[in-house]
């Protein structure tokens, strides 16, 4: 009988915490789509809001990554793709393993940015994957990190935050392109697809 009890508290309890994860993300995904109205020179408006559209959380995309230090990294630019040019150096490389697939992803640190107190902690992941050119932008997605984020040597991605560029959106955008160091041979069915308006 305890043995029962405790098998259905445990059903329980997963239960709970996948509700409360599908919540958390539905929340993130207000705000962050929420955050385009703030901005009136962003490329979407109230009426664009319906063209929205993303994966179903699933946390087999929210991952816990080995974080290897990049020594003495020296800077580098990245292409955009109205032509110019953007300044990083590389932060880090992060490990990890997907349905079986081990891969790695090169964590970016901008050069501009560090002098923003604002933004004097963030970290930039740039990638493509397989679904990109197809349920998701042909550009590319991003993935966000704060260095307070890493602990020792490990940090959680959570690939259903990610997010497309403003080039998905409208063109006139000076988005910065995934090196190909950072194009995952998987397909990454997490995060924001295709904006469904054309432009």
Avoid: W
Wanted: net charge positive; aromatic share 14%.
């Amino acid at each position: 009988m305890n043995k029962l009890l405790l098998i259905i508290f445990i059903i329980f309890a997963l239960k709970i915490n996948a509700q409360t994860y599908q919540e958390s993300i539905a929340q993130h995904r207000e705000t962050y789509k929420n955050e385009f109205l703030e901005n009136l020179e962003g490329p979407v408006k109230k009426e664009d809001m319906a063209y929205f559209e993303f994966y179903e959380p699933d946390t087999i995309y929210r991952v816990k990554c080995q974080f290897k230090a990049k020594k003495d990294p020296s800077t580098f630019k990245i292409p955009t793709v109205d032509g110019k040019q953007k300044e990083y150096f590389k932060y880090g490389i992060l490990s990890f393993e997907i349905n079986g697939k081990k891969l790695i992803l090169n964590v970016y640190r901008s050069l501009s940015l560090m002098n923003n107190p604002k933004y004097r902690n963030y970290l930039f992941i740039p990638f493509k994957d397989q679904t990109s050119g197809k349920e998701t932008y042909g550009g590319g997605r991003y993935l966000d990190l704060q260095t307070t984020d890493i602990q020792g040597d490990s940090v959680i991605l959570d690939f259903n935050k990610a997010y497309n560029p403003y080039c998905a959106f409208s063109s006139g955008f000076s988005c910065p392109i995934p090196p190909k160091e950072n194009h995952l041979k998987a397909r990454i069915e997490a995060g924001e697809k295709n904006f469904k308006k054309a432009h």
